[in-house]
């Protein structure tokens, strides 16, 4: 199969929208992320106005809106480590389109990096962020961060790594403000995180990774902090540049998978150094992970799809201005039209 | 494991509230649905009990990624005083079923710590690298455990013993490094003079195999030695015409530090070697060593 079944991948999109099967009630704990996926891949098809009514798109701006836990006065010490947006409706809460209040359940949290798809889901379905609390939630950043600099998703305690030091970077970018975090610690955390062979892994000793490497990047380039968070930046590039095989794969030594054709893509993106890998090989690998019902698959000898790698194939064509596709912004990883009503439109922007 | 009626019926379960329009909802299956309007009852009320245990186990049944269910339970357990040891197998068959998953490697990493006792932690996590000696969560994970607890005496053995078994496992190398050089326990010049030499044993037994000159280059640097080293190396093998783009990448690097001391016989051998690995030897990067040639043109 070489050619880009565009069609194809924007009805695999809605359907699942409408409904995700039942095996990602695994996932359900990401839901927000889910349809991030969903969403943006349609955005980037250029189809999601023209094939979803806007009294849709309301009621799904409306429903990521009642994901969020907003400050309470009746139990601030305990509320303002929680706030931000849930990844679903799991916790028990009505329905209320503004945000709940209610921060007496126990265990009703926000978490990172569902706060972050939350948020990048607004700015693609054209909302202003006009609902968000954003001090809540630059205030709750102050306790998800450890000591060694990286971040954790929730204050319940779960992993620290690279991964939710991008959320929390991403979270302020967005909102404008990077007062909740310390700048200082998070950049020695990316430091430390730099192997050996100047790739970056999750954390320091861990070793270097595709996903881990961008989310240290695209952290960095958010901070201005570039040329001192990179020991290298001439040695990262190889690292990066030598992970291509045909498509790309996310370590030295394994195989090709289509969401590093994001991940390393992306971070070539961002430093400005895309132009030099070869975009036949991707492509056609691409194509090849692509199903003919619509939908990417991981890997060529794996044909079933799933969103988080339809949407990453997606993505991974877009960052080669393949047609019928809108450019994305390697960054924020979100379309350039989503980035401008972040810029031009979005409360926490324009009146800078 | 299937919900009892008579266990609840003094609880009124409660369904999620999904609004008039969600995104992207989930087809559940009826059990999991039941589970986890039970869940939304109880925990309102912090209920730590048998029963609520049970129910986090239903729950991880259908989704082992429920991090909010992992710190029920892990409150839950600690309320009761269970058997943490019990918890161990428990999450070990987990992991068994789903070795790639954050939370269960969390969970198992919350008890460790409660239980201050690693014992049995590298028999288990060898057991799951036996299947996959790529799991980076397991590789996390061991690395927590080695500095945790200070395992790190034999750990450069296991290494060996998995660089033998696969030479191209660059989990392997990096835990190679991680062992030598985040050991509170310096290496001495002596030890890595040798280690030196076991990396070009392994170079020259698969001069393709690009971990094992990443890790060299890694070293050398680390110790403060010049890239200059490899250079035999590199000709030994070009000499006995072995094709290895690491080989020709390694002597650019080499030329081009050379030629930035002002060497232009040096520049002249580099931009020859980024022409030969463009053209004939490295062609998916044709643009990046013609990148590079650039840039020693320019020096």
């Known amino acids: 199969m070489t050619e880009f079944v565009r069609d194809k991948h924007i009805s695999c999109l809605k359907r699942n929208l409408t409904l995700l099967p039942r095996q990602y009630a695994s996932n359900d704990t990401n839901r927000m992320t889910l349809g991030f996926f969903c969403l943006s891949g349609l955005d980037l098809l250029g189809a999601l106005e023209s094939e979803i009514s806007e009294e849709r798109r309301n009621a799904w701006i409306d429903w990521i809106y009642a994901q969020q836990i907003l400050p309470d006065e009746n139990n601030p010490e305990v509320n303002e480590k929680i706030c931000g947006f849930r990844g679903s409706p799991f916790s028990g809460l009505s329905f209320d389109p503004n945000g709940t209040r209610e921060s007496r359940l126990p265990f009703d949290a926000a978490n990172l990096a569902m706060t972050y798809t939350a948020l990048t889901s607004l700015l693609i379905l054209g909302d202003d962020l006009s609902r968000v609390n954003r001090s ?171 969103v988080m790698h339809t949407y990453f194939g997606i993505a991974g064509l877009s960052l080669m201005n393949v047609s019928g596709l809108l450019e994305l912004d390697p960054v924020i990883n979100i379309s350039k039209k989503a980035k401008e009503n972040l810029l031009n439109n979005c409360v926490f922007h324009k009146q800078n | 494991m299937t919900l009892e009626a008579e266990v609840w019926n003094d609880i009124t379960p409660i369904p999620q509230d999904d609004g008039p329009d969600p995104l992207a909802p989930i087809a559940y299956d009826t059990e999991y649905t039941k589970a986890m309007d039970y869940f939304r009852a109880i925990s309102q009320k912090d209920e730590r009990s048998e029963r609520a245990l049970e129910l986090t186990e239903k729950i991880i049944e259908y989704n082992p990624a429920h991090y909010t269910i992992w710190h029920y339970r892990q409150q839950i357990l600690f309320s009761l005083n269970k058997n943490l040891y019990e918890e161990l197998e428990f999450v070990k068959d987990q992991i068994d079923n789903n070795p790639k998953n954050y939370q269960l490697w969390h969970h198992r990493q919350v008890l460790v710590e409660k239980l201050k006792d690693a014992s049995r932690e590298l028999p288990f996590i060898n057991e799951i690298l036996n299947d996959d000696a790529k799991n980076y969560h397991a590789w996390t994970y061991r690395q927590w455990v080695i500095r945790t607890f200070n395992l790190w005496d034999d750990e450069l053995d296991f290494v060996n013993k998995l660089l033998d078994k696969d030479v191209r496992n660059n989990s392997a190398w990096n835990q190679r490094y991680f062992t030598i050089f985040f050991n509170p326990t310096k290496p001495t010049d002596e030890f890595l003079a040798q280690e030196i030499d076991y990396v070009i044993e392994k170079i020259k037994m698969t001069p393709n195999n690009i971990s094992p000159w990443n890790y060299i280059k890694g070293i050398i640097a680390k110790s403060n030695k010049d890239i200059n080293i490899l250079e035999g190396l590199c000709k030994e093998i070009e000499e006995q015409n072995i094709i290895s783009p690491h080989a020709l990448g390694c002597l650019v690097d080499i030329y081009e530090s050379r030629a930035r001391n002002g060497s232009t016989a040096d520049k002249e051998e580099g931009i020859k070697i980024c022409a030969i690995l463009a053209e004939k030897h490295d062609t998916i990067r044709k643009k990046y060593w013609e990148y590079r040639k650039v840039i020693l043109v320019s020096l």
């Open chain 1, 136 to 306: 809540s939630i630059i205030n709750s950043l102050k306790y998800l961060q450890r000591d060694d600099g990286s971040f954790t998703q929730t204050y319940q305690g779960m992993e620290a790594d690279m991964r939710f030091l991008y959320c929390a970077v991403v979270i302020s970018y967005i909102l404008n403000d990077f007062s909740g975090i310390n700048i200082e610690k998070a950049i020695e955390y990316i430091k430390n995180s730099q192997s050996y062979d100047f790739g970056i892994g999750q954390g320091p000793g861990e070793e270097s990774h595709g996903g881990s490497t961008y989310c240290a990047i695209s952290s960095l380039y958010m901070l201005n902090k570039l040329d001192e968070g990179l020991l290298s930046k001439e040695k990262t590039l190889f690292w990066l540049i030598s992970r291509q095989e045909s498509g790309f794969q996310g370590r030295a030594n394994k195989p090709t998978d289509t969401c590093y054709s994001f991940w390393i893509g992306a971070s070539l993106k961002i430093l400005d150094k895309f132009e030099l890998i070869d975009y036949e090989q991707n492509y056609n690998f691409l194509m090849q992970t692509q199903t003919k019902f619509g939908g990417f698959a991981k890997s060529i000898d794996n044909n079933y799809p799933d």
